[in-house]
């Protein structure tokens, strides 16, 4: 509703969108996003809006009474996630369990999406890895937005895929780690930090605003209540100064992934054990077949 007020106000005035983002010192997205009930605007902002289009405080009253931090609840969610991470300047991430989205290589991603019923349709495992995959372009370009990323030591030792997967999963957290805009820290099992319950992710954004967003079982929480994400802002970097540092991180990475590599190897001598212990036994039980006597020539 407030969007198809700010719509009607701006176009009675006989603006574009693009020419009131500029009266309002912003980007022409912002409106359109407002306009669409994607995103609010900032409380200045629709002030300021409200003297250009002459509405005599009758935006700013319907905007005061939105309940903008209401959790989302729309099966969407995650696609509003994804589209502020998008844009997103700087993300800061815990992640329990599971590598991080924007982290992830593809062949531990493909092993994530193929579990279930999922590994039934290859087509949709295909689409949701290249959908997975396109997300990381802009944080993996030169100048990319900053990524700090705290995993907890379950990410390391969740074992997706098997281990050969691991090991490019570990291969790939290295690499990206090298990246002057990426940073990876790992909280271990026996952290003497307080955590955070569940995953979380603080995202600002190019008109400064910031947002916290987390996931239940069946929902995403979004809040931008300035309170809310400072308090979640301080916790993270108290966190980040506690658990182990880049350096060590890379070291406990490291040794994961010479512990997957040598699963690895050894998984695949057991099988080559096994196929050959197969094929002797086959061989013997050729042999040991009953003896069906030949008549000698000259008998």
Not at 44 to 61: I, Y
Not at 75 to 91: G, H, I, T
Not at 135 to 162: D, K, M, N, T, W
């Amino acid at each position: 509703m407030f969007g198809e007020a700010l719509r009607f106000a701006r176009e009675q005035s006989g603006y574009t969108q693009a020419e009131l983002g500029k009266l309002l010192h912003c980007d022409r997205t912002v409106v359109t996003r407002a306009e669409g009930g994607q995103r609010p605007m900032r409380a200045e902002t629709v002030a300021s809006c409200d003297d250009l289009l002459q509405m005599g405080g009758l935006l700013l009253k319907l905007f005061e009474r939105v309940d903008w931090q209401a959790d989302i609840e729309h099966p969407d969610w995650f696609q509003k996630y994804v589209d502020l991470e998008a844009e997103a300047m700087s993300v800061r991430a815990f992640q329990f369990n599971r590598v991080n989205g924007l982290l992830q290589c593809e062949e531990y991603a493909h092993a994530l999406f193929s579990l279930g019923n999922a590994r039934d349709n290859p087509g949709l495992v295909k689409e949701r890895v290249m959908a997975r995959l396109s997300r990381q372009a802009r944080y993996f370009q030169p100048g990319g937005p900053l990524l700090l990323v705290v995993l907890h030591e379950s990410v390391i030792r969740s074992v997706v895929g098997g281990p050969q997967v691991m090991r490019c999963q570990m291969e790939h957290l290295l690499a990206a780690g090298e990246r002057s805009n990426i940073t990876i820290q790992v909280a271990r099992f026996d952290a003497y930090t307080r955590l955070p319950a569940t995953s979380m992710f603080l995202l600002v954004m190019p008109d400064g605003k910031e947002w916290l967003y987390s996931e239940s079982l069946y929902r995403g929480h979004f809040s931008d209540a300035p309170a809310i994400v400072e308090e979640h802002r301080a916790d993270f970097d108290v966190m980040r100064g506690d658990v182990l540092s880049v350096r060590d991180s890379r070291a406990l990475i490291a040794d994961a992934m010479e512990e997957y590599r040598y699963e690895e190897r050894r998984s695949s001598c057991s099988d080559l054990a096994e196929e050959q212990l197969q094929r002797g036994q086959r061989r013997r039980v050729h042999r040991s077949g009953p003896r069906i006597p030949r008549r000698r020539s000259g008998a």
